[in-house]
Nanobody, 125 residues
Framework: QVQLVESGGGVVQAGGSLRLSCSHSGRAFSTDTMGWFRQAPGKERECVATINWIGAIPEYGDSVKGRFTISRDNAKSTVYLQMNSLKPEDTAVYYC??????????????????WGQGTQVTVSS
């Protein structure tokens, strides 16, 4: 059974930084495209960043470009999200997601078949 476990969420002041981690187990990590999504109360789930399984190419949502960095360590089966210059509007539950050999529609939540339980990120003003 594939499992994703997020960690690293918390409360931070605006302008601060957090690093989220997502550990992956249960199938080959190296052939999974990984994504970070977030969902704030009353809003739809939004793709924040993805990193594919071919070449570890990152892609970012417009709202986080230049502030967030996604990376992966295949040896540790872990994907990271470094979040800098955090804003109150970044407050949400952040989810890690995986999709085997995904190369298209990488920003669509429907393309991912495994999800973590989420970790809360709260940015105070």
């Amino acid at each position: 059974q594939v499992q994703l476990v997020e960690s690293g969420g918390g409360v931070v002041q605006a302008g601060g930084s957090l690093r989220l981690s997502c550990s992956h187990s249960g199938r080959a990590f190296s052939t999974d495209t990984m994504g970070w999504f977030r969902q704030a109360p009353g809003k739809e789930r939004e793709c924040v960043a993805t990193i594919n399984w071919i070449g570890a190419i990152p892609e970012y949502g417009d709202s986080v470009k230049g502030r967030f960095t996604i990376s992966r360590d295949n040896a540790k089966s872990t994907v990271y999200l470094q979040m800098n210059s955090l804003k109150p509007e970044d407050t949400a539950v952040y989810y890690c997601a995986a999709s085997q050999r995904l190369v298209a529609a990488i920003f669509s939540p429907q393309a991912y078949d495994v999800w973590g339980q989420g970790t809360q990120v709260t940015v105070s003003s």
